[in-house]
């Protein structure tokens, strides 16, 4: 553990714009890619990197409308930018829109850095419905998730594993990368901003009305706060390094002036740097913690090179101790934990530090221990393994913990293959289909349960199939078609589901039809009969009907036109 002793200015460039900092665009080697406007250009943007020096190479240039937020990959092949309802992937040198299909207002973005991911938070037009989404720069959505509460702020980790989500009711929940929520948190204030190391280190902003209802605050792995630090003026953006030990948060103090404070672990200021006549937009901070750079909303891009000093070699023993003592008072075992470690690694001669790790990591294999027992009495085998997945980061090789989990992991395999066989029986695909999954989840390496879902999922797709033909054969073409769409998504193929799907879209495309014709919507009906003949050329009805439909549309112009004359 270290805290930053100083504080040097490497470079400060100005440009005559300069788009709002990445989250993770700092690298450790003191590089810093930046978007910014063209000079002359309207709608066209230069990725710019700058030196550890301060000199600017562009790498990329795009076109694009005025984006609110811009989020980049740290070598530049990619990036994610949002306007008020749209957002747009570039890579590759292409530009495409996600979720083309759905009208949205977004909200906010992230973009981790190591797996190619972003984080989206977007509501409807009404703002009535907020939802987050996971997608992938080549455009595919992995899944989204409804939100109880309007939507501030999101932040994807550096690995992409773990969204936070931070709300306007001062909510604030973590959700790892298959959806699943890890803890929740709540202040009684709006969330301004939020960053995140992963589940043990999650800082947030909150503000209000007063500069008491404004401050930062860090919530551990449990969701419990670990500890809040009021700071005068208006958040606007949190970065942390890859651990979540370097925090940094930017405020804004009027309309034209702004500050940035670095953060002890423990949440007390330690440095800050006044911004006279700019206001602070963006903030960026490398993995390591070593560098820092700032974006000012005059087109200024400043960065820092932080240095540490050893904290625990200068504390006493006592110091120490009660440092340690005090996290385990609170609850947060992992900290002491962490504390004792560090005291040890400054000062290996302290046997009573060691000592009071020896308990203190009882204590936290106890927890875990009781924490999956408990977890596992109401069948939440994933949470259990969570529990034991935490206590091993602190106890990297301890054989109780190893053992546990190991057993925990076999009666969740075999639990969940009974599952999904009882499911089975009672014709219950769906619930049998979930089950197999995680029996596989518990045990990735077991082919029964594969071999198993396979044959389940070959079952699924073959009755998929039968009500297919079933609606089809009664002429609901809808029906039909959603049925050999389920049919595909367990794994059926071939021309005979080809043809099936074909004529299905010929039988919704004369129903359509024939309902447009009755209507006398002649143009709209005459589309149908187009779309039945390009699939079906031979068909006879869809041939005489888009005849009757093109004679009555003439007679309905040549009428529309006699009437002009008149």
Not at 60 to 69: D, F, G, M, P, S
């Amino acid at each position: 553990m270290a805290d930053i002793t100083n504080v040097n200015l490497v470079f400060l460039r100005k440009a005559r714009g300069l788009a709002p900092l990445s989250r993770y665009a700092m690298q450790d080697d003191g590089t810093i890619l930046v978007s910014v406007p063209d000079e002359l250009e309207v709608r066209t943007f230069h990725l710019v990197r700058f030196s550890e020096q301060g000199r600017s190479r562009i790498t990329q240039t795009y076109n694009v409308e005025t984006l609110r937020k811009t989020e980049v990959v740290p070598d530049g092949s990619a990036f994610v930018g949002s306007t008020d309802d749209d957002l747009y992937l570039f890579l590759k040198e292409r530009k495409t829109r996600f979720l083309p299909d759905r009208r949205a207002s977004y909200t906010d973005l992230s973009l981790g850095v190591e797996s190619g991911r972003f984080g989206v938070a977007f509501s409807d037009l009404l703002g009535a419905g907020h939802s987050v989404a996971m997608g992938e720069l080549g455009g595919r959505l992995l899944w989204t998730k409804d939100i109880a509460f309007p939507i501030n702020r999101v932040c994807l980790d550096r690995t992409a594993k773990f969204l936070a989500i931070a709300g306007e009711s001062g909510d604030l929940i973590l959700v790892d990368h298959t959806r699943k929520t890890l803890w929740n948190h709540r202040q009684e204030v709006p969330l301004l901003a939020i960053a995140t190391a992963g589940p043990q280190r999650t800082a947030f902003a909150t503000g209000g009305p007063t500069v008491e209802a404004g401050g930062i605050g860090l919530v551990g792995g449990d969701g419990t706060l670990l500890w809040f630090t009021e700071l005068v003026g208006t958040p606007v953006e949190l970065a942390v390094d890859a651990t979540g030990h370097t925090l940094a948060v930017l405020l804004a103090l009027d309309h034209s002036s702004g500050r940035l404070v670095f953060l002890s672990e423990d949440g007390l200021p330690l440095w800050d740097i006044d911004f006279e006549d700019s206001r602070p937009t963006g903030i960026s901070v490398s993995p390591s913690g070593r560098f820092v750079a700032v974006s000012l909303r005059d087109g200024t891009l400043v960065t820092y090179e932080l240095t540490f000093g050893e904290r625990m070699a200068s504390l006493s023993e006592e110091a120490s101790l009660a440092e340690a003592r005090q996290f385990q008072d609170r609850g947060n075992v992992s900290a002491a934990a962490e504390v004792l470690r560090a005291r040890l690694e400054s000062v290996p001669s302290d046997t009573r530090a060691c000592e009071l790790l020896v308990k203190v990591l009882e204590e936290l294999r106890q927890r875990a221990l009781s924490a999956a027992q408990t977890a596992e009495a109401v069948a939440d085998f994933s949470g259990a393994d969570g529990h034991l997945i935490a206590a091993q980061q602190d106890l990297t090789h301890d054989p109780l913990l190893a053992e546990a989990r190991t057993a925990l992991r076999l009666r969740w395999y075999q639990t969940k293959l009974l599952e999904a066989n009882t499911a089975l029986t009672s014709g219950n695909t769906e619930a049998a289909e979930a089950a197999f999954l995680e029996a596989i989840q518990a045990d990735p390496l077991a082919t029964e349960a594969r071999t198993q879902l396979a044959e389940a999922r070959y079952a699924g797709a073959e009755e998929a199939l039968q009500r297919g033909q079933m609606l089809l054969r009664q002429g609901d073409a809808t029906g039909a078609l959603l049925a050999f769409t389920e049919a595909r998504q367990k794994g059926a193929a071939g021309p005979e589901l080809s043809e099936k799907v074909r004529q299905a879209r010929v039988v919704e495309a004369m129903a359509l039809g024939n309902a447009l014709y009755q209507d006398q919507q002649y143009a709209a009906a005459l589309f149908q009969y187009k779309k039945a003949l390009r699939l079906d050329p031979e068909n006879g009805e869809a041939l005489q009907k888009l005849r009757y439909a093109q004679n009555f549309l003439q007679d309905t112009q040549l009428s529309d036109r006699f009437s002009r004359l008149e």
